[in-house]
């Protein structure tokens, strides 16, 4: 009996050799990160995913389309080329970029984010004309006066048609384009030059009008690049491709109904609006195409304040990546934009 | 030798002096990278590559292909000029000024609201014109 104990001894540890490398084995793809392993770079080359992947930190394998947006626009050869050139801590922030930047293109192949650019340009100058007019509004007040009319005007016509000469009257002085009647264009501010008699027409179209009078790169847009040498700080929340809705609309879209309304119509009725329902955005179509976009911008970037930002961001670095988005409304979407950050990066 | 097609009698385009071949009378990259502008392209490829750009140009309808040119070479131009945050810098820089124009127009209209009131109640004062 103990010699056959003894030939059956070597079998059973050949079985409890071969059962201990499946353990190892499966242990080790679960620290590789999952059953495949590889990352999404490296599935989408099909190759094997080393573990010096400079990549896969930034390409999580269920998430493959971040990849092949970046793929498509950039290039593998390109991304690595740019992340060598940078510093450890500064590749995360770089990728983010890039991965952003991809997803912009992705969503509009045509203008990618230039098209951004320009659509916050253009807010921002309809911002500073409504102030503008606010505030002239306001000094009459302040200066005594009394007209009934234009309060009533302000107040009680939403939406109406206005009578322009009286708001002229009242020293509110909007450029009119003149041009709104047939060729949708709408002239931008750059909101760095603070005078600019010809401000540069750029034309909104409808998706149907061919005729752009479109010039993609203003100098206004290479000035902010140019003068605005800061570092974001970046969120702490996972890329929106769990979402359906990112939130992106064709600028054609925002801009279309804009278009259809007189510009000095549009400041007041906009006015009117904040005025009498500053919760009521989502019924101005460029509001809500505003807040879609802020939504997925202000997930991106960091919702702390500058005085907790290097705690925030040294923590958030690395981990941007790992936590989930929630869905924000329009009142966190202020608070959190109150906590805006900018850290210099000279 | 046809003269309809400039680019063959022509210089050719800048995308072809760069990459050194010669530009053919259908070449992609001609109508939107002039030999004037050796940088545009230079830059567009240094980032993007050539093949991308042509396959993003061949994407795009034809009367769009200029002004996907025009926003590659400005994102390019960004992202060589900041290579962390290329143009995304700017969208968060004007995205804020958005913001904080957007709360001092609130901020604004709190006071004209507060002046509006105070005007209807004198005016109802005076005349019961507000109901």
Redesign the interface.
């Known amino acids: 009996m103990s010699q056959i104990k003894t030939i059956h001894n070597p079998i059973g540890s050949l079985e409890r050799f071969l059962d201990l490398l499946l353990i190892s084995l499966i242990v080790y793809m679960t620290l590789k990160g999952g059953t495949s392993g590889a990352c999404a770079a490296c599935k989408y080359q099909r190759r094997r995913c080393a573990a010096d992947c400079p990549l896969a930190p930034y390409f999580p394998a269920e998430q493959p389309k971040l990849f092949q947006n970046v793929h ?4 593998v ?2 991304i690595v080329k ?1 992340l060598e ?2 510093d450890e801590l ?1 590749r995360p ?2 990728m983010k ?2 991965i ?2 991809s997803y912009v293109r992705d969503r509009n ?9 320009q659509q ?2 253009y ?2 100058w309809v ?2 004309e ?2 503008k007019a ?2 002239s ?2 000094q009459l ?2 200066n005594g006066q ?1 007209h ?1 009319n234009p ?1 009533n005007m ?2 009680h016509e939403l939406g109406e048609k206005q009578d322009l000469t009286s708001q002229l009257d009242l020293g509110m002085g909007l450029p009119v384009n003149d041009n709104n009647q047939g060729n949708n264009t709408i002239p931008f501010f750059s ?1 760095v030059s603070e005078t600019q008699p010809q401000p540069p027409h750029m034309s909104y179209c409808s998706d149907q009008v ?1 005729n ?1 009078d ?4 203003p100098d206004s ?2 000035e ?3 003068n ?5 700080a970046w969120g702490q929340n996972q890329f929106p491709y769990n979402h359906h809705n990112y939130g992106f609309i064709n600028q054609n879209e925002h801009c279309s109904e804009t278009k259809n309304n007189n510009s000095v119509m549009a400041i007041q009725s906009q ?1 009117v609006n ?2 009498m329902a ?1 919760n009521q955005q989502e019924e101005e179509v460029d509001d809500q195409n ?1 807040d879609e976009i ?1 939504q997925f ?1 202000e997930i ?2 960091e919702s702390q304040s500058f005085t907790e930002t290097k705690e925030v961001y040294a923590s958030s670095s690395g981990e941007s990546l790992k936590e989930p988005i929630d869905e924000v409304g329009e009142k966190e979407l ?1 608070r959190a ?2 906590c ?1 950050s ?1 850290t210099s ?1 000279n | 030798m046809s003269l309809s097609y400039s680019n063959y009698t022509n210089s050719p385009c800048a995308a072809c002096k760069f990459l050194r071949r010669k530009c053919t009378s259908d070449c992609v990259f001609a109508p939107y990278f002039p030999p004037e502008e050796p940088l545009k392209f230079a830059n567009v490829h ?4 050539a ?2 750009v042509s ?2 140009l061949h ?2 309808a034809p ?2 292909r200029e ?2 040119v ?6 390019a ?3 060589l ?19 904080r ?6 901020e ?2 709190v ?3 507060r ?2 009131s105070c ?2 109640g ?2 109802s004062a005076y005349g019961g ?1 507000r109901g």
């Open positions: 498509r626009l950039f290039g050869r390109s740019i050139n940078l500064q922030e770089a970029s890039i952003f930047q192949p045509v203008h990618g984010c230039l098209g951004i650019t916050l340009q807010m921002i911002a500073e409504e102030l606010v505030n509004q306001l007040y302040r009394n009934p309060h302000m107040i909101p061919n752009h479109y010039n993609p790169t847009c290479k902010i690049v140019n605005h040498n800061t570092s974001l006015l904040l005025q500053s505003y802020h911008l991106i970037d202020r934009a109150t805006f900018l990066v | 240094r980032i993007f590559g093949s991308n396959k993003i994407e795009v009367h769009q002004d996907a025009n926003s590659l070479a400005y994102e131009e960004a992202r000029k900041d290579p962390v945050y290329g143009c995304v810098g700017a969208i968060s820089v004007l995205q804020r000024e958005v913001l124009l957007q709360r001092e127009l609130e604004t209209n006071d004209l609201m002046y509006a005007l209807g004198e005016t014109r």
